[in-house]
């Protein structure tokens, strides 16, 4: 599978610096500058922690068949589909009509009723055996290539933005990101900024020193990020 980046967001902030004064109960300006490094720093470790970008970009995914109805992508919600190639240059192939296969959005799986090919080379069954050439498991080549918008957006697209597209997608300009995302995020700012959190444990020798986080009410977490566990994809 070969997944790249076509269009990357500009903004991987994942809440605001007035949604994060809102929770500190303030309105001086004087740590405008603080909380902006803290909330991009903190966003870009909720998405190490889920494993992939939660902003919406746009991105190419070349994929292989498997003789089955279902493709999936890499990068989810998926937003819409741009393009859809049955081969790995779009130069060279026809597009797919939209009314070939369905998408489930949230998994990143694309259905189509006549199926997906096969991509895997096919191994010559020896003269002595009478049997069909068979294919070469677990060998697929890259055969189909989708580009697709995947992700949340914090303040919505208009029409006008290079990711808005209705194409198996929706029409909706409005805001996407879930409020469970946001909210971990802010107060991760806010507990760090109010220097809440602590160590969690520390060895030095036979000295091990442990402290609550955050939230926890001293106690040890089972993760670092128990309100975007849902998100992960495992």
């Keep these: 599978m070969g997944l790249q980046t076509c269009i990357a967001s ?32 903190i966003s870009k470790m909720a998405e190490t922690y889920v494993g992939y970008p939660l902003v919406a970009q746009a991105y190419r995914e070349t994929l292989p068949g498997f003789g089955s109805r279902r493709l999936m992508l890499g990068r989810t919600p998926v937003r819409a589909i741009l393009g859809f190639w049955d081969s790995t240059s779009s130069a060279d192939a026809s597009t797919f009509l939209t009314s070939e296969y369905r998408l489930d959005p949230e998994e990143g799986f694309i259905d189509r009723d006549a199926g997906w090919a096969w991509s895997a080379p096919y191994v010559p069954a020896p003269f002595s055996v009478p049997l069909a050439d068979q294919p070469w498991a677990g060998q697929e080549r890259p055969t189909y290539m989708v580009e697709y918008v995947a992700g949340y957006t914090r303040g919505g697209l208009d029409t006008g933005h290079a990711l808005y597209s209705t194409t198996k997608g929706t029409t909706s300009t409005g805001r996407t990101l879930p409020e469970d995302i946001e909210a971990a995020v802010a107060g991760r700012v806010v507990s760090i900024f109010n220097g809440d959190e602590s160590v969690v444990e520390k060895s030095v020798g036979d000295l091990r020193i442990r402290y609550g986080t955050y939230g926890s009410g001293g106690g040890e977490r089972s993760s670092g990020w128990p309100e975007l566990d849902a998100y992960v994809r495992y």
Excluded: C, E, M
Aim: net charge negative; proline share 0%; aromatic share 4%.
């Design 10 to 41: 500009t903004d991987f902030d994942l809440t605001t610096t007035a949604k994060v004064k809102d929770l500190l109960g303030t309105t001086l300006t004087s740590d405008d500058a603080h909380l902006s490094d803290l909330i991009h720093r």
